[in-house]
Each structure stands twice: as C-alpha cells, then as structure tokens.
C-alpha cells in the first residue's frame, strides 16, 4: 500500500515540472498522512493543482464516515469495486457538468514503507535520485449532501518492482512524465498498460528515523538517512537507475 507521503517542492518548482497553477494554500509538508489534503491534479481541472482530502468517499454513499481509510486501489479490481469502478470509468451519473468522480494524478517528491524486521518495523523512504517530484496514478469523488459538495482522493497500487519488494508487496503505480497526460485524458481501456509497475530505474530507497510514524513530526529531519541493522535483509541504499 501507499499510505505515507511528502511533497516540499516549491510551488515554483510544481509549476515549471507540471504546467499548472499552485494554489497560495499549498503548503509543503515532509509527512502526509490518511486523511489529510494531499495535492492532486484532476482530469476535470487539469491546469491547477488542487488539495483533496486522502481518503476515498464513493459519491453514491449514505454514509461517508464508513468510508474512512480508502487510500489505495488495487488496480488489479478497480474497475470491479462498487466504491471506485464509476471513478474508474468516469461514469457520470450526476450533470454533465458536475461529474461523480474521475483520475487524477496524486503529486509527491517520496514516499515511506514499513520493512517488517526481527525488532521491528524500519522506515524507508522511496525517492528520485534526482529528488524531483513525481506523480502516482489516482482517483477522485466529489460526495455531495445538498448544496455542499466535498473531493476525496485515492492512491492506486500495483505489484512490487525489485526495488520495493524487499519492503512490501504492494507499490503505487507511478508514471514517466509521459504518461501523465495520458492518465488524465484517455479513456481507461486504452490505458491498461500505465497501470503496470514502474520499473524502479531513476528511484532510490533508504532507511530512516522512527520518527516518521508519527504524523505530527514533520520537518526535513525525518527525511535523512539511518544507520540499519546488518542483520536484516536490503539494509542501507539501494538504487536503480
């Protein structure tokens, strides 16, 4: 699963690698967790980065509270799972104009994995080599009750690459630049082939302070490297690319 995250870049940075607009509310964080606004771009507002709350909401429910802790897809179902399939497919079941749900793509400069140890869970963040943003495959849902109306975003995964295999057996699906495009525009039987794994060449991985499992900590410190023990498998860097 993906269920970590950072984006610090800055809004200039976002701008130049995305051609879109940043909004003055975007606010770098080293540490994004469920449920907290992670910064998208939707196929429906593909000019503008947008901050959508992590935590997918179905816009058919009843209930948004039983939906809590939808952060990932499996790409393997989702055009199955009555929660995502209408997103998926971008069934527009409401106005044209106002679409149920649709893909997006979920911005990030890394994100963090838990390898299960002897004494313990060791974090890991996952990165480019170069440190530059990336994105990863989403969907988005607008729930509406009467007049107001809120988005909720999802994170889709795929099988492990060699590079995060060691630490887990799911992977967001991440995209080459020229993908990205394809993601928000196509239509979603066309498009089978994006939702393949990457294949880990520009990423790197590398363990890192405890400090991470706590959501509230969130500062560049969390980001830097540790020592881990010898003793377990896939310790220190590892790199492709």
Same mark, same amino acid.
């Given at each position: 699963?993906?269920?970590?995250?950072?984006?610090?870049?800055? %809004? #200039?940075?976002? #701008?130049?690698?995305?051609? $879109?607009?940043?909004?003055?509310?975007?606010?770098?964080?080293?540490?994004?967790?469920?449920?907290?606004?992670?910064?998208?771009?939707?196929?429906?507002?593909?000019?503008?980065?947008?901050?959508?709350?992590?935590?997918? $909401?179905?816009?058919?429910?009843?209930? &948004?509270?039983?939906?809590?802790?939808?952060?990932?897809?499996?790409?393997?179902? $989702?055009?199955?799972? &009555?929660?995502?399939?209408?997103?998926?497919?971008?069934?527009?079941?409401?106005?044209?104009?106002?679409?149920?749900?649709?893909?997006?793509? !979920?911005?990030?400069?890394?994100?963090?994995?838990?390898?299960?140890?002897?004494?313990?869970?060791? %974090? @890991?963040?996952?990165?480019?080599?170069?440190?530059?943003?990336?994105?990863?495959?989403?969907?988005?849902?607008?729930?509406?009750?009467?007049?107001?109306?809120? /988005?909720?975003?999802?994170?889709?995964?795929?099988?492990?690459?060699?590079?995060?295999?060691?630490?887990?057996?799911?992977?967001?699906? !991440? @995209?080459?630049?020229?993908?990205?495009?394809?993601?928000?525009?196509?239509? %979603?039987?066309?498009?089978?082939?994006?939702?393949?794994?990457?294949?880990?060449?520009?990423?790197?991985?590398?363990? /890192?302070?405890?400090? !991470?499992?706590?959501?509230?900590?969130?500062?560049?410190?969390?980001? #830097?490297?540790?020592?881990?023990? #010898?003793?377990? %498998?896939?310790?220190?860097?590892?790199?492709?690319?």
């Amino acid at each position: 699963m993906c269920g970590r995250s950072s984006l610090f870049a800055s %809004p #200039e940075t976002l #701008e130049s690698r995305f051609d $879109v607009s940043v909004p003055a509310s975007y606010d770098p964080s080293y540490n994004i967790a469920p449920e907290d606004d992670v910064p998208v771009i939707r196929d429906e507002t593909s000019g503008n980065v947008e901050l959508r709350s992590w935590g997918f $909401v179905p816009h058919w429910t009843d209930n &948004p509270g039983e939906w809590n802790g939808l952060i990932n897809a499996r790409t393997e179902t $989702v055009d199955e799972k &009555p929660a995502f399939r209408d997103a998926f497919s971008r069934n527009e079941q409401a106005d044209a104009d106002r679409p149920t749900g649709g893909h997006c793509l !979920v911005l990030a400069d890394g994100f963090y994995e838990w390898q299960e140890r002897t004494d313990g869970k060791q %974090p @890991f963040r996952i990165e480019r080599v170069d440190g530059e943003p990336f994105a990863m495959a989403g969907l988005w849902s607008r729930w509406t009750d009467g007049d107001h109306s809120t /988005i909720t975003a999802t994170v889709l995964t795929t099988s492990p690459n060699e590079l995060m295999e060691p630490l887990h057996h799911r992977l967001p699906v !991440v @995209f080459d630049a020229d993908e990205e495009r394809a993601w928000l525009s196509e239509s %979603p039987q066309s498009k089978a082939e994006l939702l393949d794994p990457h294949s880990g060449d520009g990423f790197e991985k590398y363990p /890192i302070s405890a400090a !991470v499992n706590d959501p509230r900590n969130d500062s560049p410190e969390i980001i #830097e490297p540790v020592d881990a023990p #010898e003793s377990d %498998p896939q310790t220190g860097l590892d790199q492709f690319g």
